[in-house]
């Protein structure tokens, strides 16, 4: 069932890469939504990460949803191996490769959910003619890459144009980069609903001390929520 309520989904990438199984279970137990994982292939990102046998063997202990962010290209060859890894949500950059239709039909042939993703020098309409092919349109309010980086304040109007270009369609707006209780509330009112943090959320806590996570989900959360209801 589709709904606008916001979502707190933290990126793993901040987690402690020898815990995954606990940092994810810390995650959930303490309140947040989504379970965000960056894929980056040092190639179209400076930076590696994982690939789809770590996100096989995380499927296992994520009991929300598992949404896959994949900052590589190609991008194409790739899909089916992280669909079947268990991703409920796989989204592709526009910037990946010359034919996003043709990815996105991909990743629908699937069975999954699908996003399109747009990366801060990306205009909106960029995705114009796809918006009927996805579930999701993610933002992304720093240059993907690395983790902890300052929010790019274009991304605020951006995300305004493309949630007045969406209209009635069931397609969340998800915004990635620099997102903490300060800038949460500005993508909020512009109509995002789908917020991921990395060190926002992992920062000063830990899978012993989880209660840590629980406050800065709540923190970001509760912030959110006030600018939907001022708006």
């Not at 190639?43 to 929300?64: C, E, Q, S, Y």
Request: net charge negative.
């Amino acid at each position: 069932m589709f709904d606008r309520s916001i979502k707190i989904a933290p990126s793993i990438l901040s987690a402690d890469f020898a815990d995954f199984g606990r940092e994810i279970q810390a995650i959930e137990t303490q309140g947040c939504d989504w379970v965000h994982v960056d894929v980056m292939d040092g190639h179209f990102v400076p930076n590696l990460t994982f690939g789809p046998p770590l996100v096989k063997a995380i499927r296992k202990h994520v009991t929300t949803f598992m949404d896959v962010h994949l900052m590589i290209a190609p991008v194409d060859p790739f899909i089916e191996a992280f669909a079947e890894a268990g991703a409920d949500l796989i989204s592709a950059h526009v910037e990946a490769g010359p034919h996003i239709h043709r990815t996105l039909q991909a990743i629908r042939a699937q069975g999954v959910k699908s996003g399109v993703v747009l990366n801060p020098g990306t205009p909106a309409e960029a995705i114009a003619d796809v918006l009927d092919m996805v579930d999701l349109v993610l933002v992304m309010t720093v240059n993907p890459g690395f983790g902890g980086q300052k929010f790019i304040q274009s991304g605020v109007e951006k995300t305004r144009k493309i949630r007045q270009m969406i209209g009635d369609r069931p397609i969340h707006i998800q915004i990635d980069g620099g997102i903490t209780p300060e800038t949460a509330p500005l993508v909020v009112e512009a109509g995002a609903d789908c917020l991921v943090a990395g060190s926002a959320v992992f920062k000063g806590g830990s899978v012993e001390n989880p209660s840590v996570y629980g406050e800065n989900i709540r923190a970001i959360r509760s912030a959110a929520e006030a600018a939907r209801q001022a708006a």
